[in-house]
């Protein structure tokens, strides 16, 4: 089904973000707005939505949240959701073509589209009710961000580190991680101290770049209490997309016994080390 996008408006909702995220919602707001102001300019609607697949994933990660199948399957695409409505990037009511509709007499112009009635509006999406295929549009949409991230989350649980007691997960009352959150022991909380020696694991003698990674969005978030995804890593080292990032973060070209990309290297490398985020 296709999804018709609204006219563009850039006032903000009380409801743009789920108010479980309690005391973060205003750095995700922060790294969502700078997503909206490239949307702004471009109206590439794809890529909107993957950025900020990014930036709700991210904010669970750093949480301390388990990355569960349900969580990236159905409450990070409702999170997106809700935000995309409320930025009119997409439409809260799916439409859908009127076969009977005729032209109005003496009317130029007319839509051919009509609301789905309320009695089909039955699978939940965020806060909203929509038909399943106008569900399925944005999931597919965001699939590699969902692809990408189950990765992440397993490469989360086989890590060792335990996690640090007494340490807040920044979420408020009746939070999304629920009664039975789990501690990711790999994720490093926001209220907890930075130290510059244990961010990097080594893999007998390879640095965990994906570790460095988080590591590094962490920290400017607890030092800029601003948000940044792996997107704005990758653009600032001026790729126009994300795919040599993930060879280099990944050891793609070692793992198939190719030569590595030493610009690529030299330029992510150098990035971690000099931290252009923080000035």
Known sequence: MAVHVHPTDTSQSVNDIPQEFGDRIDSIRAGLLRIHSRWLEDQDLNKALRDSYDVFASALVSAGATLTESRLTEFIPGCVFQWAVAKKWMIERPQRFAKDRKRPPGQRYYSPYEPVPDSELTVQLGPYKVIESYKADLVGRVSSRVAYWQAEALTLAERSVSAQPGVGNGFTGSSVLGEDHEENPSAQK???????????????????RRLAVNAYIEEVFCERQRTISRTDLWRHARYKSRAEFERWESYWYERHGKPPNKSANAKFSRMLKEKPHLK
């Not at 930075?194 to 007998?204: F, K, N, Q, S, Y």
């Open 190 to 208: 926001v209220e907890a101290p930075l130290r510059e020696a244990e961010p990097v694991a080594i893999r007998g003698d390879r640095t965990d």
